[in-house]
């Protein structure tokens, strides 16, 4: 996922929408489409150094954009969408996403899908299990290791949407 460049910073700035054939910004409003347009968003993400990738960080630059997916009122974030389910799951090589560990990933996440007015964010990690003689994942063990992870959902859209696959 490539960054936001010059041309987006400076259309972003602006009243208008920018030209979407300059830089980054064609990418962007590729992506807000995808945003808009979907009954759901499942983003999977390991956590690094505490806190988002930096390709994560970069779809949500794009997509999280003043007067396209939120608006200023005053100095508060007003989202422009509405609300859907997003179902985030996490990977780990070993931690279990015990509650008192540190993690700045889940209260971002949770911030940048509310400036734009989306709410029912829905987390579980997915720890990974190595074979014991590859020390790789294997496409038989996928399966079963994401059916022993199920996590508890409460928001109905992604039950629904999880309960296709179990």
Not at 65 to 93: A, C, E, I, W
Request: proline share 5%; charged share 20%.
């Amino acid at each position: 996922m490539p960054h936001v460049d010059r041309e987006f910073s400076l259309a972003s700035r602006s009243e208008g929408r920018g030209s979407a054939e300059v830089g980054s910004l064609q990418l962007s409003e590729e992506l807000v489409a995808e945003v808009v347009e979907s009954d759901a968003i499942v983003v999977a993400t390991p956590m690094h150094n505490l806190s988002v990738p930096s390709a994560l960080k970069a779809w949500i630059d794009h997509v999280v954009r003043p007067n396209v997916t939120f608006s200023y009122s005053g100095d508060k974030m007003v989202g422009l969408l509405s609300d859907r389910p997003v179902f985030v799951v996490l990977s780990s090589s070993g931690n279990q996403w015990a509650a008192d560990e540190p993690d700045f990933l889940r209260p971002y996440l949770r911030a940048m899908f509310a400036a734009m007015g989306i709410l029912s964010v829905e987390f579980f990690g997915l720890s990974r299990r190595l074979h014991p003689e590859t020390g790789n994942v294997t496409a038989a063990d996928a399966m079963s290791i994401l059916a022993a992870s199920a996590p508890t959902i409460s928001h109905d859209a992604i039950h629904a949407l999880w309960s296709q696959f179990w």
